[in-house]
């Protein structure tokens, strides 16, 4: 890629970003003359074809090999995505905001890559929807967003891949600033997609029909992570927890270093991204971890 292009790729970035309510200092204070790297990670994936760990991020999506711990941007793509999740062998979805090269809105609702992010085709959504929250267990997603039109704050389930869409309440009131999320984590039982926790701004929440209804869990909110019989949280801070309970009472059990900027787990594994663009990993259920990969 030339310079040229780089630079209006990365103000395309920029834009978008301004448009999540993202502030110069959470861009990283990218550079415009290089490739800034991964900045700001929002998402956490390993690719079950290879054991690669994805990075998703407002600078484009990231590989690292298994067993690599540099990650390498992948289709020399600047797409800012906001929202990801692996939902198979090479099989991603994802949202967000366009790489400026491409001729296509602002919002790009809910897309999907059948390469490993090689490419991206439109699913629903487009010009409508930016997920910033996107969880999916077989044909049933869970996307949290804002609409383009209203920038109104909502939580969509779809029963078909993402082709269609239902909107349920939120667990906790939006509060009408883009930069105040009411929604900041789902994650979703492994055996029962209906089944899932979510953390909002103040407390955690429980819904066993798909979101329709929500029940109170507890005041300890942060990032979720759902690994059959046990369910993962970092807080705030830091602070790694694990409940044996469906989110009724935790334990704390580690920590990883820092803020999490992303949380997921995969297999026996979990990975945390701090603020910095560093991916952490944990082979004991939260209690060491380690540098996965270093931005």
């Not at 103000?11 to 970003?17: G, Y």
Request: hydrophobic share 35%.
């Amino acid at each position: 890629m030339r310079r040229p292009a780089v630079r209006l790729a990365i103000l395309s970035i920029m834009f978008a970003v301004a448009g999540c309510g993202e502030s110069e200092e959470d861009r990283g204070g990218a550079s415009t003359s290089q490739d800034p790297g991964p900045i700001h990670v929002h998402g956490l994936g390993i690719n079950p074809a290879d054991g690669a760990l994805f990075i998703a991020t407002h600078t484009g999506l990231f590989r690292a090999p298994e067993g690599v711990p540099e990650a390498e941007r992948v289709a020399d793509r600047y797409q800012d995505t906001m929202g990801f999740t692996v939902v198979g062998p090479d099989q991603f979805l994802g949202s967000g905001h366009p790489d400026g090269r491409e001729d296509l809105p602002p919002f790009l609702g809910l897309i999907r890559s059948a390469d490993a992010g090689e490419t991206w085709d439109p699913v629903s959504l487009l010009g409508e929807a930016d997920f910033h929250v996107l969880e999916s267990s077989g044909d049933l997603v869970y996307g949290y967003g804002s609409d383009f039109k209203t920038r109104e704050q909502r939580l969509l389930v779809s029963s078909d891949g993402g082709e269609s869409w239902n909107q349920r309440p939120l667990p906790e009131p939006a509060s009408g600033q883009l930069t105040e999320e009411s929604l900041h984590s789902i994650a979703i039982h492994p055996d029962d997609p209906s089944s899932v926790v979510a953390s909002g701004q103040e407390a955690l929440w429980e819904s066993t029909d798909q979101g329709r209804r929500w029940n109170l869990l507890s005041a300890d909110p942060g990032l979720l992570a759902w690994a059959e019989p046990e369910i993962f949280l970092v807080t705030d801070g830091g602070e790694v927890k694990v409940s044996g309970d469906r989110g009724r009472t935790w334990e704390a059990v580690g920590s990883i270093g820092g803020a999490p900027a992303a949380f997921e787990a995969s297999g026996d594994s979990l990975y945390a991204a701090l603020h910095d663009g560093t991916v952490k990993q944990s082979d004991d259920g939260g209690v060491t971890w380690s540098v996965r990969s270093e931005p």
